[in-house]
């Protein structure tokens, strides 16, 4: 077998690998800066117009802090400004950058407080949401921060803002989770611990498991939650049609691995921990299960995974 279809356990054509291989398969943990600059009325910084010399007094930090918020409205110096501020834990700046007449600079701050995970952005995100304002993006900053997952809901969010406090969750319970995915996809779940496995019943009365593994990180560190599936044997002459439907799925990636000694086609997909919510992992699961089982399928005319 080549060596660029196998490295250790795992590994996805072209894709870099750590542990599971998995760390270029995080699409979301990459810097998603939209490349363009919208403008949405008079551009004003902030909101608001700066007086001149209005920083006079502020401390160092406070200077250099807003030096990289002027940043965030230049595309090409948006990016690393944008790091920089999470690095720097700049909540309040970021906070203030809500209310910019720049869209691309709001984007940059609502990401940013969705990685710090800042409670106090959840009520100016709410009101973001109320307004329609970069719903999207917006909605997974506050299932990032809160642990909730209201979508689009403004009510909802409303209502649990006001019973809560804001106070966000500790952590991903990953017991809750999986007995609410079971819920949701209308089967139970076997498995404890940090390994679970769902038995989807699929068209034409066939079957397809999808296995969750919880407390694996991806190439940054970040803690992720890895939805598996196996195809069928992984011969030498199906290796360039299996991978090239990499360019044609939305999310995951066909890999090949080795089960009891022997390799073997899986598709692969993961999520950060911080965005799992019952109905985002039900999602992925159903989409795992539904492809994978047409590969297996279509190379062994069985249904046996």
Excluded at 106 to 131: I, M
Excluded at 258 to 279: C, M, Q, R
């Amino acid at each position: 077998m080549p060596h660029w279809i196998r490295h250790g356990e795992l590994l996805a054509a072209g894709l870099p690998s750590r542990g599971w291989g998995l760390g270029g398969l995080c699409a979301a943990k990459a810097d998603k800066s939209p490349p363009y600059d919208i403008v949405i009325g008079v551009s004003s910084r902030n909101g608001a117009k700066q007086q001149q010399g209005s920083n006079v007094n502020q401390s160092e930090p406070e200077l250099d802090d807003r030096l990289l918020v002027d940043q965030l409205y230049d595309p090409h110096a948006r990016r690393a400004a944008r790091q920089k501020l999470v690095r720097a834990r700049a909540v309040k700046p970021l906070l203030e950058c809500l209310s910019a007449t720049n869209e691309a600079v709001v984007w940059s701050a609502v990401e940013s407080l969705g990685e710090l995970r800042a409670p106090e952005a959840v009520g100016p995100l709410v009101d973001l949401l109320a307004r329609g304002v970069l719903v999207v993006s917006v909605c997974e900053a506050l299932t990032r921060i809160t642990g909730q997952d209201f979508g689009a809901d403004v009510r909802r969010w409303q209502q649990w803002l006001a019973a809560s406090g804001g106070n966000v969750a500790p952590g991903l319970d990953v017991a809750e989770c999986i007995r609410a995915t079971g819920q949701h996809l209308g089967v139970e779940a076997a498995g404890s611990g940090k390994t679970y496995q769902f038995k989807l019943s699929l068209p034409n009365d066939r079957e397809q498991k999808v296995t969750i593994f919880f407390g694996r990180e991806d190439n940054q560190g970040e803690p992720i939650v890895v939805v598996y599936s196996e195809c069928g044997p992984a011969e030498a002459k199906y290796y360039e049609a299996v991978l090239r439907k990499n360019l044609t799925i939305p999310a995951g990636a066909f890999a090949i691995r080795d089960i009891d000694g022997k390799p073997n086609f899986v598709l692969v997909d993961t999520v950060l921990a911080a965005l799992v919510t019952p109905s985002v992992l039900a999602k992925r699961i159903e989409h795992i299960a539904a492809r994978a089982d047409a590969v297996e399928k279509s190379l062994t005319q069985e249904d046996r995974r």
